[in-house]
């Protein structure tokens, strides 16, 4: 089966554009997670969802930053105004839904403002 | 607040030997501990989750060791082979009944032949 899908895999954009990165998780998992990871870094939470609803946001760097998962599928993380230290590649996650799970990776948006 | 330290410098190991990766913990008291690879260009690849009850998990040529007291798990790759060069990532539940990981910053292992 597929595994997680992530749209584009890479964004150029000028600094104060909009933009919105996409991920298709696992059929039927139900957990769905974001992450940034800078060069040299492990990946860092941004936001977690369960089913439709951000279960915890707590990892946005600033109300720049905002995500949506409308029928509890695909995901889409939206940066307004994107600034330089954005640039970053972004991970999508997914897992079956319980807390321990595995999560399953998809390959990352390379994101980098000009 | 959580901090993760994994080897910060490359880890150079010659074929055939035993690597092992350590990943320490601070003001933290995690239920499980997970272990993932990352190849360059691409998202981490989970191999072995371990709980707060376990001592030792094995899986193939993998070892993983969670010492609660030490707050420190070891990772090891017997039989090391080329193929093996990657990135090892430890990550932590991030606690207090929130979901989602946090990472360390991994250490690069190469296995020279």
């Known amino acids: 089966g597929a595994g997680v899908s992530q749209t584009p895999s890479n964004k150029v954009t000028e600094k104060g554009k909009y933009v919105e990165l996409r991920c298709d998780p696992i059929?039927?998992?139900?957990?769905l997670y974001w992450y940034r990871q800078s060069l040299g870094q492990g990946p860092e939470f941004l936001i977690y969802?369960?089913?439709?609803?951000?279960?915890?946001d707590s990892g946005l760097p600033n109300d720049r930053f905002f995500a949506v998962r409308p029928e509890g599928s695909v995901s889409t993380l939206k940066i307004q105004r994107t600034e330089r230290g954005d640039s970053a590649v972004y991970l999508c996650?997914?897992?079956?839904?319980?807390?321990?799970?595995?999560?399953?990776f998809g390959p990352g948006t390379r994101l980098t403002v000009l | 607040s959580q901090k993760i330290e994994q080897n910060s410098e490359a880890l150079n190991i010659q074929e055939g030997k035993t690597a092992t990766l350590t990943c320490n913990y601070t003001?933290?008291?995690?239920?499980?501990l997970q272990w993932y690879r990352q190849d360059p260009g691409r998202g981490p690849v989970f191999l072995l989750l371990?709980?707060?009850?376990?001592k030792e998990k094995r899986k193939e040529r993998l070892k993983v060791t969670f010492d609660t007291t030490l707050k420190q798990s070891l990772f090891h790759i017997t039989a090391s082979q080329p193929a093996d060069s990657a990135t090892y990532l430890c990550?932590?539940?991030?606690?207090?009944?929130?979901?989602?990981?946090?990472f360390g910053k991994g250490t690069h292992l190469i296995i020279q032949p």
């Open positions: 990550a932590l539940e991030r606690g207090g009944g929130a979901d989602g990981l946090t």
């Open positions: 371990i709980r707060e009850n376990e």
């Open positions: 059929s039927g998992h139900t957990a």
């Open positions: 969802f369960q089913g439709t609803g951000a279960a915890d």
């Open positions: 996650a997914s897992s079956p839904g319980l807390v321990s799970d595995t999560q399953y």
């Open positions: 003001n933290y008291s995690p239920a499980y």
